[in-house]
């Protein structure tokens, strides 16, 4: 092994990560046709997951702007944390390959847009946290206010163990949708996206203007966020 999953981590802080937990590609079983990280990169045998901090009090506000900056800002800052990460891997001749943090493509198969690795189940298979019934990854430390990314890696790697489910199937996010885009156990995606994201006519801007799901979860904050 010519390094071990500590130096990963440490590397992945470095960089800006506040969580980061390591998969072995043995753990993706189950992903769709086209979407495991192995029809990706053949040679992965680990996937390295990380998180960034999504600023609660963005959830308190009555405007959707800083909201909606804060998502615009995260991702190129989590694609940046991957790309560097990856140059770093490979001055010790360890290859790694960035998976880009908000870029889909329409699978026709199974008609959804999708990642070319679920970034919630990398999130999840490498025990950062579960997905709760509201479909987003909740963590014990950040809740659901976290935002990810992930890599995928050709080192074999200690993986961390997995984590207990949080979400406690209290059906509150689903009572919560305006559009019911939560009533199977698969999120209808594009009621969602039709609803919560686009042009405000009003103000003319492009703005989030729902993440009612998030808010009302009672796992949202995580054991580091507080309002209090
Ligand atoms: S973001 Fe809004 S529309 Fe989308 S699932 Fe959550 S509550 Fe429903
Ligand atoms: S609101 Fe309840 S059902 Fe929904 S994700 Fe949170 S704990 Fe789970």
Excluded at 47 to 53: E, K, L, M, Y
Excluded at 116 to 121: A, G, R, V
Excluded at 208 to 220: E, F, L
Aim: net charge negative; with cysteine.
């Amino acid at each position: 092994m010519k390094i071990d999953s500590k130096r990963v981590k440490e590397i992945m802080y470095t960089l800006g990560a506040d969580l980061c937990g390591i998969a072995s590609v043995d753990r993706f079983a189950d992903a769709p046709e086209g979407y495991h990280p192995r029809d990706v990169l053949p040679t992965c045998k680990s996937v390295i997951s990380f998180g960034c901090r999504f600023p609660a009090g963005t959830l308190k506000c009555q405007s959707a702007i800083p909201y909606t900056r804060v998502r615009n800002s995260v991702t190129p800052k989590m694609d940046a944390i991957a790309l560097d990460f990856c140059i770093e891997m490979e001055k010790l001749r360890i290859t790694c390959v960035p998976v880009p943090t908000n870029e889909s493509e329409w699978d026709t198969r199974t008609k959804r847009w999708r990642s070319i690795i679920s970034q919630k189940h990398a999130a999840q298979a490498a025990g950062l946290g579960t997905i709760g019934r509201n479909s987003l990854l909740i963590t014990p430390e950040f809740g659901s206010m976290v935002w990810l990314g992930a890599v995928l890696c050709e080192e074999e790697l200690e993986a961390d163990l997995l984590i207990n489910n949080i979400c406690n199937n209290c059906n509150l996010c689903i009572e919560a949708c305006p559009v019911n885009a939560l009533e199977k156990p698969q999120i209808n995606q594009q009621a969602c996206w039709d609803y919560a994201f686009g042009d405000d006519a009003e103000k003319q801007i492009w703005c989030i203007s729902c993440h009612k799901c998030r808010d009302i979860c009672p796992y949202n904050l995580g054991n580091c966020n507080s309002f209090v």
